[in-house]
Antibody
Framework: EVQLLESGGGLVQPGGSLRLSCAAS????????MNWVRQAPGKGLQWVSL????????DTADSVKGRFTISRDNSKSTVYLQMNSLRADDTAIYYC??????????????WGQGTLVTVSS | SSELTQDPSVSVALGQTVRITCQGD??????ASWYQQKPGQAPVLVIY???NRPSGIPDRFSGSSSGNTASLTIAGAQAEDEADYYC???????????FGGGTKVTVL
């Protein structure tokens, strides 16, 4: 059974940092691109970042570029999101999502339950 | 970067058919995927590619695409189909991905 378990969320002050983790199980982790998608309270889904299976393709939304960095450790079946210089508008539930491997890098067939990040003083 | 536009809300009578649309330039090149999200839950993939359903998704869900518009149709809507529905696709910029704003489906 495919499982994605996010952790690392919490309350952080503006300008602070957090590192989110997403531990995967139930599939060959290195064969799938992984993504972070966020959802601000009462708002829609927003793609944040993706990393290919071997890490050679990385892309990040313009709204967080230069502040957020995605990475992965295939030996631990875990994908990370390092978030620096956090702002109030980064407050959201952060989901990790597995790419289905169709080649379009935008079909997410499994999602974690999300971890809440709150940026507030 | 591109945008995907969805109607904010739509309602459908129980057992009737509803179509949700998603418009954007990226859809001329890429297929949309569709996700269902119920309150307090993570999104669930319901349609991908030309018209494919993941295992476990009822066949009352179908997808289509023409030009810059992708559509999700629920034929014979059930009470449990009441949810927010989001489309997404690859963007024209590098490997960016874009989501639509979501459509809230109410089953009357």
């Amino acid at each position: 059974e495919v499982q994605l378990l996010e952790s690392g969320g919490g309350l952080v002050q503006p300008g602070g940092s957090l590192r989110l983790s997403c531990a995967a199980s139930g599939f060959t982790f290195s064969s799938h691109a992984m993504n972070w998608v966020r959802q601000a309270p009462g708002k829609g889904l927003q793609w944040v970042s993706l990393i290919s299976g071997n890490g050679d393709i990385i892309d990040t939304a313009d709204s967080v570029k230069g502040r957020f960095t995605i990475s992965r450790d295939n030996s631990k079946s875990t994908v990370y999101l390092q978030m620096n210089s956090l702002r109030a508008d980064d407050t959201a539930i952060y989901y990790c999502a597995r790419d289905q491997n169709r080649g379009d890098l935008s079909t997410y067939d499994y999602w974690g339950q999300g971890t809440l990040v709150t940026v507030s003083s | 970067s591109s945008e995907l536009t969805q109607d904010p809300s739509v309602s459908v009578a129980l057992g009737q058919t509803v179509r949700i649309t998603c418009q954007g330039d990226s859809l001329r090149r890429y297929y949309a995927s569709w996700y269902q999200q119920k309150p307090g839950q993570a999104p669930v993939l319901v349609i991908y590619g030309k018209n494919n359903r993941p295992s476990g998704i009822p066949d009352r869900f179908s997808g289509s695409s023409s030009g810059n518009t992708a559509s999700l149709t629920i034929a014979g809507a059930q009470a449990e189909d009441e949810a927010d529905y989001y489309c997404n696709s690859r963007d024209s910029s590098a490997y960016h991905v874009v989501f639509g704003g979501g459509t809230k489906v109410t089953v009357l």
